[in-house]
């Protein structure tokens, strides 16, 4: 059974930094896409970043491009997102999820609060 922890989360004035780290079990996880995902209050989730199974391809919502990078150590099982530049649009419960298939995101954490103070 696929479980994936995050952690990391917190309250950060803006302007400061956060890292993200999601550690997975039960399967092969360099065998997994990987992607954050956010959904702020009263808003749908929405795709923050994703890292191929190498990790040689990344792709970001644009909201996020050039203050968010995403990784993953695969010796490790563990996926980060390091955030820089947090401003309180960017306050939201974090996901991370895993796609073993390449279309489907079909695991999901259960979510690490970030919020960012003005």
């Known amino acids: 059974q696929v479980q994936l922890v995050e952690s990391g989360g917190g309250l950060v004035q803006a302007g400061g930094s956060l890292r993200l780290s999601c550690a997975a079990f039960?399967?092969?996880?360099?065998?997994?896409?990987m992607g954050w995902f956010r959904q702020a209050p009263g808003k749908g989730r929405e795709f923050v970043a994703s890292?191929?199974?190498?990790?040689?391809?990344?792709a970001y919502a644009d909201s996020v491009k050039g203050r968010f990078n995403i990784s993953r150590d695969n010796a490790k099982n563990t996926m980060y997102l390091q955030m820089f530049s947090l401003n309180p649009d960017d306050t939201a419960v974090y996901y991370c999820?895993?796609?073993?298939?390449?279309?489907?995101?079909?695991?999901w954490g259960q979510g690490t609060q970030v919020t960012v103070s003005s």
């Open positions: 039960g399967l092969t996880f360099s065998t997994y896409r």
């Open positions: 999820a895993a796609d073993p298939t390449g279309g489907t995101w079909g695991s």
């Open positions: 890292i191929s199974r190498g990790g040689s391809i990344t």
